[in-house]
């Protein structure tokens, strides 16, 4: 009950930050460079085309006037029409999400198979080789551009060995370097917040209780320090995949995979602004969907969080 | 007299304080030697404003897209320039505009979470929705953003880059901030008078100022993979300038037969970007003493 009170004034509580984050795309798209009624009308249009096109976008009305019309049209989940393919916005990202949810989770998926035993295990066992190779591939995560891991690996996997296909979607064996390119970037964080989460756990007093106990070290590793390691790791995992349908923005380009990053590039070069702000509207808004839910979520595993919660609703 | 006595006092504690921390630093030999590298790099950066081996804008038809060789240290580009020149001259924008950028961002960003934190009320309110609005974008995303609603060049990037990493400045230095304010020695501070901004500055910053300085560290590196990554992106700075992501990405078209055009810029921005992370590191360790023991136990 306190969850679904905690849930309610969570979302209350977004509001403001998603009336502003409207204000400011609305802002972004009006200070483009460019007419965009000029833009839809052609170079070539005639004054009076492109003066017709500014009346019926509502461009020549008051910015206060256009702002509040731009709200109620989201509110209906009108995302408005494409100006290159006369679509629906909402279905050209409909239509890419899937790409993109299939990768971000396979990459996740990667990324946790790996990040998790090797955090765990250099956490366990500092100094050794595993600690070493864990911190290797953790900086190398946070300090290559993943647009040159992507390179790289094309030529190595789809010029050189020839294994792999190097653009597209038409198979499954197309997902596997895109795949990999933005579990690279995931993992190096995974792993440091794992091995770091699994220290402080070792160090706090009740691990300290059971060691002095007797148990056995396999039973204090598994009941007591993962179980309190895993919710800042499951904290992260989340945020990753809230920020992955927005950051595989350049791993997709590189890999011409059709997700609603490199749609949004797309756009970009067709100064397709309307459906610009629809893609920025839609990730800023699953963005905050998964905020939420992870801060439940967090709320709910972990049960002193759980008790402040208690005290406040 | 006896305040100067104790100002004295105070400087030479905060000097045996700062010896400390260096020598703790310098007795990290991963960060220590990141240091150097990077010294290297930026001694690199620096020469090209007074020698390159070649122009780094001249074609050169003839001589296009040749290995490294001892004429050309890392070989040339798609257009016979020399990758090394164009690299030492791409590094003014590349290291120069996220290093402009972290430092506006870090400041403003700064500034507005000592003020958050410490006056709080509607102030405080207000900055807080600006922020969670900015954080409400991953930050790929917002830069991006800005990036096509400001247009290519310098500036845009170095407002893009800022705007994109301040609210993180001022979630952290807030968050310092309304833990020390609730210290008793800031209370007697205030019951001796002093007004809000002398208080601010010489009790509160000195608190905020080493997460500050690691954050700082760790953002360098970040914003040479997003100044890069915008540029790679074409939404960075336009042709013939040598900033290291688009020369990344007019390269790709060659990665088949000519690699290396690909392959030096990247290493650029990454050694670039490693040396500032590992220095980040060095630096949290010889910073927060917490994190020292920390280590230390394990």
């Keep these: ?313 | 007299m006896e305040d100067d006595l104790i100002l004295k006092k105070a400087s030479e504690a905060r000097r045996k304080q700062l010896a400390s921390m260096w020598r703790v630093f310098k007795s990290n030999r991963v960060a220590y030697t990141s240091l150097y590298v990077l010294v290297g790099i930026l001694l690199l950066v620096v020469v090209s404003f007074v020698y390159t081996p070649y122009n780094p804008y001249e074609f050169n038809l003839g001589r296009a897209r040749q290995p490294p060789s001892p004429q050309h240290l890392l070989g040339t580009d798609e257009l016979g320039r020399d990758i090394l020149s164009r690299l030492m001259v791409g590094g003014r924008y590349t290291i120069g505009i996220s290093f402009i950028s972290v430092l506006l961002g870090s400041l403003i960003g700064s500034i507005l979470g000592l003020v958050s934190g410490f006056f709080g009320g509607h102030v405080d309110t207000v900055i807080q929705r600006v922020v969670d609005v900015a954080l409400a974008f991953p930050t790929t995303l917002l830069a991006i953003a800005l990036m096509v609603s400001l247009g290519p060049g310098v500036l845009s990037l170095i407002m893009a880059i800022s705007i994109s990493t301040f609210p993180v400045y001022t979630r952290l230095v807030r968050g310092v901030v309304l833990q020390v304010i609730n210290e008793d020695y800031i209370a007697a501070v205030k019951l001796l008078g002093r007004s809000s901004w002398y208080i601010i500055f010489k009790h509160v910053l000195p608190n905020v100022i080493s997460p500050i300085i690691v954050q700082t560290s760790y953002y360098l590196g970040f914003s040479i993979l997003l100044a890069s990554a915008l540029g790679f992106l074409g939404l960075g700075i336009p042709p013939p300038t040598p900033e290291w992501g688009s020369m990344v990405s007019t390269g790709r078209v060659y990665l088949f037969s000519s690699p290396h055009i690909v392959v030096f810029p990247g290493l650029f921005i990454t050694v670039t970007a490693l040396s500032f992370n590992l220095i980040g590191d060095g630096l949290r360790d010889a910073l927060d003493p917490k994190s020292r023991m920390f280590l230390r136990r394990f």
Excluded: C
Excluded at chain 1, 76 to 81: E, H, I, Q, V
Excluded at chain 1, 176 to 200: D, H, K, Y
């Design chain 1, 1 to 313: 009950m306190t969850l679904v009170r905690y849930l309610v004034r969570r979302v209350w509580h977004s509001i403001p930050t998603l009336i502003g984050a409207l204000l400011f795309i609305f802002i972004l798209v009006r200070v483009l460079p460019g007419d965009p009624a000029r833009l839809i009308a052609g170079p070539e249009a005639l004054e009076e085309d492109v003066q017709r096109i500014r009346e019926q976008l509502g461009l020549d009305r008051p910015l206060h006037v256009q702002f509040i019309d731009y709200v109620s049209t989201i509110l209906r989940g009108d995302f408005g029409r494409s100006i290159k393919f006369g679509t629906p916005v909402i279905n050209e990202i409909l239509f890419r999400l899937p790409y993109t949810i299939v990768l971000a989770l396979v990459a996740e998926v990667i990324a946790v198979a790996v990040a998790l035993p090797l955090g765990i295990l250099s956490a366990l066992r500092p100094n050794s080789k595993v600690s070493y190779i864990t911190s290797i591939i953790s900086l190398v995560g946070a300090s290559t551009p993943s647009f040159w891991i992507a390179l790289i690996l094309i030529y190595v996997f789809s010029v050189s060995l020839k294994l792999l296909p190097s653009s597209g979607a038409e198979s499954p064996r197309h997902i596997v370097l895109p795949a990999i390119t933005l579990s690279l970037v995931l993992m190096g964080n995974l792993t440091r917040i794992t091995r770091s989460s699994v220290i402080e756990a070792l160090s706090s007093n009740h691990v300290l209780t059971a060691v002095a106990k007797g148990l056995k070290d396999r039973v204090v590793i598994m009941r007591h320090v993962l179980k309190n390691a895993l919710i800042p790791i499951v904290t992260i995992m989340g945020l990753q995949v809230g920020n992955l349908l927005g950051g595989a923005i350049i791993t997709e380009t590189v890999f011409a995979w059709p997700g609603i990053g490199s749609l949004l590039i797309d756009a970009i070069f067709f100064r397709d602004y309307i459906l610009i702000q629809g893609i920025i509207l839609f990730m800023v808004l699953v963005f905050i969907v998964i905020n939420i839910v992870v801060d439940v979520v967090y709320a709910y595993i972990d049960p002193r969080i759980r008790d402040i919660l208690w005290r406040m609703t």
